[in-house]
């Protein structure tokens, strides 16, 4: 597994946006999600479920056939994930829908992911607080696509956030802090 650790610019460390905090582990600077919310307004986090030391994000998702609980990690360009449910990963990669787990509020919008072969036309929205800020995940099963959008920063800015990326961390059996020592 490759671990890429990009640079954090120096513009989004000095005005962090509402929902996002700044991590430092082994000596490395990581960004981590503490608060993303549904169009209309609940916490998607969960305390109950942690992953690396962190409230992990809890959605629930429709796999094919298959729903349940799914909880994400908060670290910025982490891959990983629990599943609370078993749904079936062989074949194609299938494309998700997310939605609060409670209410059943659809957290999924029309974006075209901008990962090179990738294709999907669908993406699950989680809104930082404050609604101006928000990140989108493409809902293709294994793809890394993701984008923080950022409404009062550069667009450069919102660029070089959604690069950060640790690929191949597919589970919490690939551990990529064990990259890190
Ligand atoms: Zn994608």
Not at 42 to 54: F, K, N, Q
Not at 104 to 117: F, H, K, P
Request: hydrophobic share 40%; net charge negative; proline share 6%.
């Amino acid at each position: 597994m490759k671990l890429i650790h990009n640079q954090i610019p120096v513009e989004f460390l000095s005005e962090l946006p509402e929902g996002v905090k700044l991590v430092k582990r082994k000596g490395r600077e990581f960004l981590v999600i503490e608060d993303v919310v549904s169009r209309s307004g609940r916490s998607l986090m969960s305390d109950d479920v942690r992953i690396h030391g962190e409230p992990s994000i809890m959605m629930q998702v429709t796999i094919r056939d298959a729903v349940g609980p799914i909880f994400l990690d908060a670290y910025w360009g982490s891959h990983a994930k629990l599943y609370g449910f078993l749904p079936t990963l062989s074949g194609a990669d299938p494309v998700i829908d997310a939605a609060v787990p409670e209410s059943r509020e659809s957290l999924m919008v029309d974006s075209v992911c901008e990962v090179e072969g990738c294709g999907c036309t669908r993406a699950v929205e989680l809104l930082l607080p404050g609604g101006e800020n928000k990140i989108l995940v493409c809902a293709r099963m294994g793809c890394p696509g993701h984008r923080m959008v950022l409404s009062r920063m550069p667009k450069m800015v919102s660029d070089t956030i959604s690069g950060i990326n640790f690929f191949g961390a597919g589970s919490l059996d690939e551990d990529w802090f064990s990259e890190l020592s």
